[in-house]
Each structure stands twice: as C-alpha cells, then as structure tokens.
C-alpha cells in the first residue's frame, strides 16, 4: 500500500502534523490513505516516542514573552526543545508566548508540584484540614487529595488550566505535552518570572492578574 501513497499527500500531512516525512508516509499507509486516522497515529505514536524519550536533552529553545497593554507588567518563560531546527519553529514560539501570557495573567508561585517545599504543602494540609468540620474530617483522606488539586491548579504553572481554553479541560503541562507528541521530539518548560511596576510598593490596590484576563477575554 505504501507504494501508492504520493508524494503530494504525504506532503500535506507534513505539513498538517509537522511530522517527518517517513513517518507521515507510514501513517497513511497504515491508515490507507484517510488523512484523519494518519493524525490520529502520528498523534499516538508521537505520545509513545516522547515517553521514550524522557532521558533526553532538551538543551535548545526560545524566550517567550508577553507585555501587558501599558507596559505595566511582563512575562517571561524558557521554553527547550532538543534541537534548534524545532526551537525555531513557530508552533514552538507561540507555545512559549501563550504560557508567557498565562505567567502573567494567572501569577504561578511554582513551576511544578516538585519544584513546593514540603514545608508549604504540609501547612496547606493543616489549613484544609481546619477549614473541615468534625464529620468531614474522617473523609480527610478521601478530600485531601482533591483539595490539593485545587491548590496546585491555582499556584503551579504547569497545573494551571490554559487561560485560553474556556472549557478549561487543558492544563499548561497538557500544551506542551501535545505539541511535544506532534513534533516527536523531547519539550521542557525551564522556568519562569514576572515582573509588575511598582510591586512590593505601598500604594493603591490593583489587580494586574485581571486586568490581563480581560485583555485575553476580549
């Protein structure tokens, strides 16, 4: 079969996944020429290969930045690949300029759950166990857990889910992940930093965390 798949389709399906041209040819042939399905198995091969690759080096990469409207607040982020032709490319750009806006509208304290001292988890623990009534409390095993969720969504970047993303069914982790499966190559996001105007200053409140989700809400 693979014989009968031209050269043009398997250009368009290059084009499509950004995958490499053997793969693509080898997906349409398992697929028989139906380009959906050819997606679908560059996508679950993608997901197998990253999981492979997990040892590796992602040494390239890019700066993602954002600059809130009034130059009031800014956004950087380093995201890595393993080679610079991907760290060049513009889904990879625009991966690392969209978690740059999420740095700045949602004002992550952790890159990841690993990156918490334990010091800080073990007194959130104490804080939920206190909000608990005497009856829940038996469930704190059962209830922790899910409380905890809820604390690394608001506080760890890579938990966050995607500003963008109005379902909010994606998490940060989940964008770079997919694209990581779509390029077939190893995607790390490095650190992160934000700077406000005159924060740690007395002055009057303002929320700059808002007024960033609003921008991207409109």
């Known amino acids: 079969m693979s014989e009968n ?27 028989k020429g139906n380009f959906d399905l050819a ?29 809130h409207p009034g130059d009031q607040i800014v956004a950087v982020v380093e995201l890595n690949s393993e080679t610079d032709f991907v760290a060049r490319g513009e889904e990879f750009k625009q991966l690392a300029k969209d978690i740059a806006m999420q740095v700045a509208a949602m004002r992550p304290k952790y890159l990841s759950i690993e ?9 959130e623990k104490e804080i939920i166990l206190e909000q608990l009534g005497a009856a829940a409390k038996d469930k704190a095993d059962k209830i922790l857990p899910g409380k905890l ?18 379902k909010g069914s994606q998490k940060v982790v989940d964008l ?5 499966a779509k390029l077939g ?11 406000v105007v005159g924060e740690g200053i007395e002055k009057a409140a303002s929320n700059f965390a808002e007024e960033v989700a609003a921008t991207i809400a409109g």
């Open 149 to 166: 969720a809820a604390f690394y969504g608001e506080n760890v970047l890579l938990e966050q889910p995607y500003v963008k993303d109005e």
């Open 115 to 123: 990156d918490i001292p334990a010091e800080v988890i073990e007194k």
């Open 39 to 67: 997606v679908e198995i560059l996508r679950k091969k993608g997901l197998k290969n990253v999981g492979k690759r997990a040892g590796k080096v992602a040494a390239e990469g890019t700066l993602g930045v954002y600059v």
């Open 185 to 195: 190559e190893k995607i790390t996001l490095r650190r992160f930093t934000c700077l």
């Open 176 to 180: 770079i992940n997919n694209l990581s």
């Open 5 to 31: 798949i031209s050269a043009e389709a398997v250009k368009k399906l290059r084009d499509m996944t950004g995958a490499g041209m053997m793969d693509c040819k080898s997906a349409l042939a398992e697929a």
